[in-house]
């Protein structure tokens, strides 16, 4: 190996990283936002079965079947709607597979941290219907400040029988 | 083993896991790319300016 020119060297070990690295993170990161990828793994299955079953009647069910949210439905709701967001968002997903498979007795996933209400009001705040809702008008603050959470009314999120399972 | 080498077989190794994030990315092989693939290649760059450094330091002496 020592045979090779210097800028060979440099070439392999400095030009070649960077250039993968700069496709992977990118095209993966994108990837990843897809229900496909969140089918692949098989602990989230049974959310994204939920999610297309038709006699379910959850708040992401309707999301994805009326389509209110057009595409990337997991990651829409689930990345927080702030600038480092979806970093952060996929910071917590490699978080809960490294947990899965280093845990010996696997749990169910759960949230590192309660829903924010952003992630709901990106879409819903300033719509018509949001607005027109007496209970929203009364108490806006508090849901904008996270005192009171979108999800204690609208609810169940997924299928109970799922979350709950342990 | 030199430095070198040893840069490169790292280099290497983080270029099949990225290949196969690439090729086919679920969740196992986004972690091992993010866990692995990333550092062998963070790895192999410090390995090779370790590498630079101890070369122009014999020279200079």
């Known amino acids: 190996m020592k045979k090779l020119p210097e800028w060979a060297f440099f070439v392999i070990i400095v030009i070649v990283p960077v250039l993968f690295s700069l496709v992977t993170m990118p095209v993966s990161f994108n990837r990843s936002k897809t229900l496909q990828f969140c089918n692949s793994c098989h602990i989230m299955t049974p959310f994204v079965e939920s999610l297309k079953d038709p006699e379910v009647e959850t708040l992401a069910t309707k999301h994805y079947q009326h389509r209110w949210v057009a595409h990337d439905q997991c990651a829409t709701c689930h990345t927080d709607y702030d600038f480092l967001g979806p970093a952060d968002a996929k910071w917590r997903g490699l978080r809960h597979i490294t947990a899965y498979y280093l845990d010996p007795k696997p749990k169910q996933p759960k949230l590192y941290k309660p829903y924010l209400n952003i992630n709901c009001l990106q879409c819903h705040e300033g719509t018509k219907k949001f607005s027109d809702n007496p209970v929203h008008a009364a108490s806006l603050e508090e849901i904008k400040t996270n005192k009171m959470s979108c999800l204690e009314c609208h609810r169940p999120v997924h299928p109970e029988e799922i979350t709950h399972k342990e | ?61």
């Open chain 2, 1 to 61: 083993m030199d430095k070198r080498s040893i840069a490169v077989i790292l280099v290497i190794v983080g270029t099949i896991i990225s290949l196969i994030c690439l090729i086919h990315t679920t969740p196992i092989t986004m972690t091992v790319f993010f866990f692995i693939g990333l550092p062998s290649y963070v790895l192999s760059n410090l390995l090779y300016i370790i590498d630079i450094f101890s070369t122009l330091a014999k020279r200079s002496r």
